[in-house]
């Protein structure tokens, strides 16, 4: 009689060979959870970075378009073409708007106002120049911010001035210093077409 061998693994080779898996997957695990926290942690940054971004790039579209033109206030006092504006405003001017193609808007000039409320900048805009207190606007909100600080350009004395109050002519540039949660202070400087 022959004596037949056994084919197939001994119990200390599956005990063996299922350590060894379980290492991996426990390795595997710790890797996947690194990751996921990583990615915990910078997408918050990335949505306020693309924030910032959306919001210097509008910054850039309406100054870059600002206008020397003064307009009446609410109450029909005059508005210089340039001011901080009351209370909260950052920057109130006029821009034009340029046409695209055959659809014109019936006002080519917008009032826009920048302004911090609650920790937030907002953009607001009227598309008639001399208001009314029924006068209407749209408003977005764009950025969480902490504190925003606006900088005008005086070139003869080649420096940046805080900005405060009222301009009759438009300034050669704006700075504008944001501190953002998380992100400390960002700079950006807009030059302007007087």
């Known amino acids: 009689m022959t004596v037949r061998q056994a084919h197939g693994f001994t119990l200390l080779e599956i005990l063996i060979a299922l350590a060894v898996f379980a290492v991996l997957a426990v390795m595997a695990y710790g890797g996947l959870r690194s990751i996921l926290q990583a990615q915990a942690g910078t997408d918050p940054r990335a949505k306020q970075l693309g924030q910032l971004q959306s919001a210097i790039y509008q910054l850039n579209e309406d100054l870059n378009q600002a206008v020397n033109r003064n307009v009446r206030d609410e109450l029909g006092g005059p508005e210089p073409a340039f001011s901080q504006g009351r209370g909260s405003e950052l920057l109130v001017f006029t821009r034009s708007v340029p046409s695209w193609g055959q659809q014109t808007a019936a006002n080519e000039l917008q009032r826009v106002s920048y302004r911090v409320e609650n920790g937030a900048l907002y953009r607001q ?31 003869k004395a080649h420096l940046w001035q805080p900005f405060q109050g009222k301009l009759e002519k438009l300034p050669a540039a704006v700075q504008l210093e944001f501190q953002l949660a998380g992100l400390g202070g960002v700079k950006h400087a807009f030059l302007l077409n007087p």
Do not use: A, G, H, S
């Open 125 to 155: 805009v009227w598309t008639i120049l001399d208001r009314t207190p029924q006068t209407l606007f749209r408003r977005r909100k764009l950025l969480e911010v902490e504190q925003v600080q606006v900088n005008v350009y005086d070139p």
